[in-house]
């Protein structure tokens, strides 16, 4: 979509007028046929949600919007799609999964040079998305934090042997050993399959290497059955790099373009699960990890609290949760506590860990 196209959107919703009456008529309407649990998000999100979908129907009042989203079930599933967050591609914040990569290469007794694996995609891949100049300063400025970010990779291998996870990799493998992470909201399955290449990658590498249960689970349905059937189109690819790509993928060309097909092997690496989360977790697992990003910036901070009391309940004691790097539970929040401030990584502890 162009600049300008965009700015037109932006120009049409902007116009839409909401009143106090019509708005509370719909919300209850749409709680009532989505199911969506409203209460949690910001009003001003919410509202942008409702004419985003608007511009894209004959529909000009919320009043008429009502009559139109009442009578129309195609457009309950198109609204439920438009309201939650997809942006996303894999090896998103490429710098997170190689911290969560070198966690488990240190939790594997195995040395770091003896594993084949490069996360951080190439410059000239980066520049077809950006500027040449800006993708390479971008990958410098990275670089650069990682390497400030080295003192919280320290203190982090320093609680290694408090985490659940490293607990888990000391004792031989069985079911009860398994390793349990969640990803929530997976949106089209990009983070949760990031996820699932780096740790198998290592499992066929690393002769210790622990059993492993990824869950990932959306609230929109067609986000879910896009992660399901593993297809993609090269904006997810942006920041994958060749190592990854060629190992897990395959290129198919289209009339419409190329499709980047993921491997079965992968595929069958995650369950997917249609929930609203607001509401309560539907698995019966509590996790070491957790991967929560981008979706606390879109409540209001009353049910923000309550979320995060439903994700740290599910997060077993040492285990960590790995945040937005645009989102901050500031140095601690209830048994949650900051070791790792580039990446945004908490760990659950009811006592505190260390001084920085």
């Keep these: 979509m162009s600049f300008d196209s965009e700015q037109n959107k932006d120009n049409l919703i902007d116009n839409i007028p909401v009143d106090e009456k019509s708005y509370n008529a719909l919300i209850h309407l749409l709680k009532k046929t989505t199911g969506l649990n409203f209460k949690y998000y910001n009003r001003k999100f919410i509202e942008k949600r409702i004419k985003s979908r608007m511009i894209r129907t004959p529909c000009r009042t919320l009043n008429e919007y009502y009559d139109y989203i009442s009578s129309n079930n195609a457009e309950i599933n198109k609204f439920i799609e438009g309201f939650t967050v997809n942006y996303t591609f894999f090896f998103r914040d490429y710098d997170v999964f190689e911290t969560i990569q070198d966690l488990f290469i240190q939790g594997s007794r195995v040395s770091r040079k003896d594993i084949k694996s490069n996360i951080r995609p190439d410059p000239n891949k980066l520049a077809k998305f950006r500027t040449k100049s800006n993708a390479v ?70 002769p210790r290497f622990p059993n492993y249960k990824i869950i990932a689970s959306d609230i929109a349905p067609e986000a879910i059955q896009k992660a399901k059937v593993g297809i993609y189109t090269d904006d997810s690819m942006k920041e994958i790099s060749d190592y990854y790509e060629n190992k897990y993928f395959t290129k198919q060309k289209t009339h419409f373009g190329y499709k980047n097909i993921i491997s079965e092997r992968i595929k069958n690496k995650i369950e997917f699960v249609e929930e609203d989360v607001t509401k309560g977790h539907s698995k019966p697992y509590y996790y070491d990890i957790i991967f929560c990003r981008y979706l606390l910036i879109y409540f209001n901070r009353e049910n923000r609290h309550k979320f995060l009391k439903i994700i740290e309940n599910q997060l077993v004691e040492n285990g960590i949760l790995i945040l937005g790097k645009t989102e901050t539970l500031f140095d601690s929040w209830g048994n949650l506590q900051l070791i790792d401030t580039n990446n945004r990584i908490y760990i659950k502890s009811r006592s505190k860990l260390y001084e920085r």
């Design 137 to 206: 300063k971008n990958l410098h400025k990275n670089r650069f934090l990682t390497e400030k970010a080295a003192k919280y990779y320290v203190d982090i291998f320093i609680f290694l042997n408090q985490l659940s996870y490293y607990q888990k990799m000391k004792r031989p493998k069985s079911e009860n050993n398994t390793i349990n992470i969640w990803s929530c909201p997976c949106a089209t399955g990009e983070e949760p399959y990031s996820l699932a290449m780096i740790l198998d990658n290592l499992e066929t590498q690393a």
